[in-house]
């Protein structure tokens, strides 16, 4: 989407891209064209979705964690997501748009998070799998973002680095583990690395020249690396990481091209990417109706909040 | 109206000692919320040992778009720099 910047005051604009230029980060209360702010309200909200409807594949596991040292890791990795959330919110909010202006948002389909998500987690091997494939995903894109132009975004994406990477590591002990099991351990393991592959790699987004976003993004160093460039740092990484525990990535295609020094990988399929974020997923009406119920289900427990804090309110002015 | 809550702005102090330091924001409806979210939201890893809740309408904030004017007084008064005072030759631990 190109927004029209010929509304802008040309010097203002001007001084603001010079400061972009310099490496200065933008802050809430500084002038910012329209259209920045709507592309951070709209990548930030979404971000700060995707790790919350991130809790739901693996809320799915906790009650079924095969050893109690899972569960609590589990539950600490699920918390970690809540918060991530919640920082993201918060620097959301900075925008000027309200907590439940976003979740409105959210629950009318007007606002996306990370189609990955949208994907079931049918075995305890995709535990693994979602937290090396799908955070190793995540961490390359928020490593990246540490240094977006946006004060209060960069700053929630330096805490959540610190945070993410045990989960990462989690996920790859799980697989790995597994590896060293039996047959039908080891069988699990690959069949989730087949069923996870080719969404962590659709979760850098399409490709540069189809990206909406991205040049507009770059030129504003909201986004500091394309969608592509990402992808293959990704993939570098991951493909090693794979092989040393015996996994077989999914792809007949793959190989190491020795002159760049990069893998190479089929094409991913459009269509499915498309698809899924289209709402056609396996679990897209699934996601969304569960974080509709849990919003209204605990809407009591706001309203007597509330309530009690104007009570305190009124306590301390009478007191 | 959905209501979620005061913002409140989370200082952490890392270690005694220290300087608090701001660490983001979040949702309370009173106090003591704010503290116990804070703690569990922030300091999940020992990332310090003491919190301050400010409420975020009732900090004071100077304008960016003033700020040129606002704080050029310091421009020209170099003298209070160390750097400003010209030391004799040899001159030892000053």
Redesign the interface.
């Known amino acids: 989407m190109a927004y029209d910047l010929s509304q802008e005051d040309p010097t203002k604009l001007a001084e603001f891209q010079a400061k972009i230029d310099a490496e200065i980060k933008i802050e809430p209360k500084d002038w910012m064209p329209e259209g920045y702010r709507q592309n951070l309200i709209r990548q930030i909200s979404q971000h700060a979705h995707s790790e919350v409807i991130g809790m739901q594949p693996e809320g799915n596991w906790v009650s079924r964690a095969p050893s109690l040292r899972s569960k609590k890791i589990l539950m600490a990795k699920i918390q970690d997501e809540g918060g991530h959330g919640l920082y993201l919110y918060c620097a959301a909010e900075t925008l000027g748009v309200t907590r439940e202006q976003y979740l409105k948002w959210l629950h009318e389909g007007k606002a996306k998070y990370a189609s990955v998500f949208n994907y079931p987690s049918p075995t305890w091997a995709d535990m693994g799998a979602i937290g090396w494939l799908v955070d190793g995903a995540a961490i390359v894109n928020q490593v990246s973002l540490q240094r977006t132009s946006y004060g209060p975004y960069s700053r929630a994406m330096v805490r959540i680095c610190m945070e993410e990477s045990f989960h990462q590591r989690q996920g790859y002990e799980i697989m790995h583990r597994m590896m060293q099991g039996n047959e039908a351990q080891r069988k699990m393991a690959q069949d989730s690395l087949d069923r996870w592959w080719w969404p962590s790699l659709m979760m850098f987004g399409p490709h540069d020249g189809e990206s909406a976003h991205t040049s507009q993004s770059m030129q504003w160093k909201i986004k500091r690396e394309s969608n592509d460039d990402l992808r293959q740092q990704f993939i570098d990484k991951t493909i090693p990481q794979a092989e040393l525990i015996g996994l077989k990535i999914p792809d007949p295609n793959y190989k190491f091209n020795d002159i760049t020094g990069h893998y190479e990988t089929s094409d991913i399929d459009w269509d499915e990417f498309w698809n899924v974020i289209k709402g056609n997923g396996p679990c897209n009406k699934k996601r969304l109706d569960h974080h509709i119920k849990a919003h209204t289900d605990g809407a009591w427990v706001r309203e007597a909040a509330a309530a009690y804090g104007v009570k305190q309110k009124n306590k301390l002015q009478t007191a | 109206?959905?209501?979620?809550?005061?913002?409140w702005e989370v200082f952490i102090q890392p270690k005694p000692g220290r300087p608090f330091k701001h660490?983001?924001?979040?949702?309370a409806?009173?106090?003591s919320?704010a503290m116990e979210a804070a703690r569990?939201?922030y300091t999940?890893?020992g990332e310090g040992t003491g919190l301050w809740l400010v409420k975020a309408e009732d900090i004071v904030?100077s304008?960016?778009?003033d700020a040129e004017s606002f704080f050029d007084p310091a421009d020209d008064k170099v003298y209070r720099h160390p750097t400003f005072y010209k030391m004799p030759e040899g001159a030892k631990h000053i």
Request: charged letters at 35%; aromatic letters at 4%.
């Open positions: 109206m959905d209501n979620q809550g005061d913002l660490a983001g924001s979040l949702h409806y009173d106090k919320m569990d939201l999940r890893r904030a304008q960016p778009e």
